[in-house]
């Protein structure tokens, strides 16, 4: 059972149906978008948009396992839980661990992203910006919950407004492209594209690691889980198509911020600013999420791990400050590597390899707990074998393999 409330250390159960999907907008419709597409279409071409379906068909796939999983255990160990459930303990520890530091390396990554874009607004050295921005949002994170929701709500409205922005500028010029033509008629190139657009989807999986700080979670989760990843498909999809409208997409590729390119070339000096300013809210929510979804995977965990206690230790606020805080140091010690390319292909391996065990914990657990109270039930099965994780896993390893071969042949550059 999810830890009473009446427990020193339960977390507090503040957040909506509202809250939470908001919190799943913001953390998929996160840094990547803003930089990442361009790099997209020099893979994809005017099929842009469509390596960003694919991209979210799959990710929509594993949500599937996520909501099955949430609502059957809805703690905010999360993946840690069900891999425990699942394979034992060894294996939900490594799996804890590795979701942790995905997220310290996605912090680390879109810190730099955050610096990027306001050194150039603002004439201040890189890494200094991206470590200030790291401390301030573990403070946001530490005032609680509700704080964090609350500062996640208004960066996500704001995020969104930029990607309207970029809308309006786009609109009319949506039909002045072939938006099927596939670039030198290469399909690899569409599938190196849809997992790099993957990135931009990295962030729905932290839905689940509020499940103890949500009202009625065996409700709410897979709720927002389904709403989070639906909104933002139609959000990426439309975007890409308005983009490659809007500007020849090897010019895209070239740009280091596309979105404001496109922007600042309509409304001059000041769409530049707009964009730039979304990105900084933008960037502002994925690292708030990052650390928010992290900490409380080690939070959990040093509840149930006698070596690492101290982790789950909350404030008078319910916040597990001391994952908080060692979360944003290491996060702040891969900042200074600098190296965004790296870490940001890093962070999407991991992640696939964290979908694919999600999906085959689904798939043991229906073999091996038949009679399992499950709130949500994953549709469609052959025997007790969910079909859905099924599908999920064989396209996350199509897309991993994309991945792993761009981080042996750099076919490109991620740069969120």
């Known amino acids: 059972m999810p830890p009473d409330a009446t427990d020193g250390n339960a977390l507090h159960r503040a957040l909506g149906p509202g809250h939470v999907i908001f919190f799943g907008v913001g953390s998929i419709l996160g840094a990547g978008i803003y930089t990442l597409i361009g790099k997209v279409a020099g893979e994809a071409g005017n099929l842009t948009w469509l390596a960003f379906l694919i991209a979210s068909f799959t990710a929509f796939l594993t949500a599937f396992s996520y909501a099955e999983l949430s609502a059957a255990f809805p703690r905010s160990g999360g993946e840690y839980v069900y891999a425990q459930k699942a394979f034992g303990q060894r294996a939900g520890t490594g799996v804890g661990l590795l979701i942790a530091l995905n997220g310290v390396i996605s912090a680390a990554t879109v810190s730099l992203g955050f610096a990027g874009y306001f050194t150039e607004l603002v004439d201040l050295p890189l890494l200094p910006v991206a470590l200030g921005i790291i401390g301030f949002l573990l403070l946001v994170n530490i005032r609680g919950i509700q704080a964090s929701s609350t500062v996640n709500i208004v960066l996500t409205v704001v995020e969104i407004l930029g990607l309207v922005a970029v809308g309006v500028v786009a609109f009319p010029h949506v039909g002045s492209v072939d938006l099927l033509a596939l670039p030198d008629g290469k399909v690899n190139g569409l599938f190196f594209a849809a997992a790099l657009s993957f990135f931009a989807y990295m962030g729905f999986e932290d839905i689940v690691k509020l499940a103890e700080e949500t009202r009625s979670p065996e409700r709410n989760i897979p709720r927002a889980l389904f709403m989070s990843n639906g909104i933002v498909l139609v959000v990426y999809v439309t975007l890409a198509m308005l983009v490659v409208s809007a500007m020849p997409w090897q010019q895209l590729a070239d740009e280091p911020a596309p979105l ?13 600013v707009v964009v730039g300013v979304a990105a900084l809210f933008s960037t502002s929510n994925t690292l708030l999420t990052n650390l928010m979804g992290s900490s409380r995977v080690l939070a959990f965990m040093g509840r149930e791990l006698g070596p690492l206690r101290w982790l789950g230790r909350l404030s008078p606020q ?39 065990l999600v999906n085959l914990s689904a798939i043991v657990l229906r073999i091996r707990q038949p009679d399992l109270v499950r709130p949500y039930r994953i549709p469609m099965q052959i025997g007790r074998v969910p079909v859905i994780p099924v599908l999920a896993i064989l396209f996350t390893l199509l897309l991993m393999g994309f991945t792993i071969a761009a981080l042996v042949t750099g076919p490109t550059v991620v740069a969120p």
């Open 318 to 356: 319910r916040t597990p400050v001391a994952a908080l805080v060692l979360i944003a140091l290491i996060a702040a010690a891969f900042a200074l590597i600098g190296d965004i390319a790296i870490v940001a292909r890093i962070a999407t391996a991991s992640i696939f390899l964290t979908f694919m």
């Open 260 to 272: 404001a390119a496109i922007v600042g070339g309509r409304w001059g000096r000041v769409g530049l």
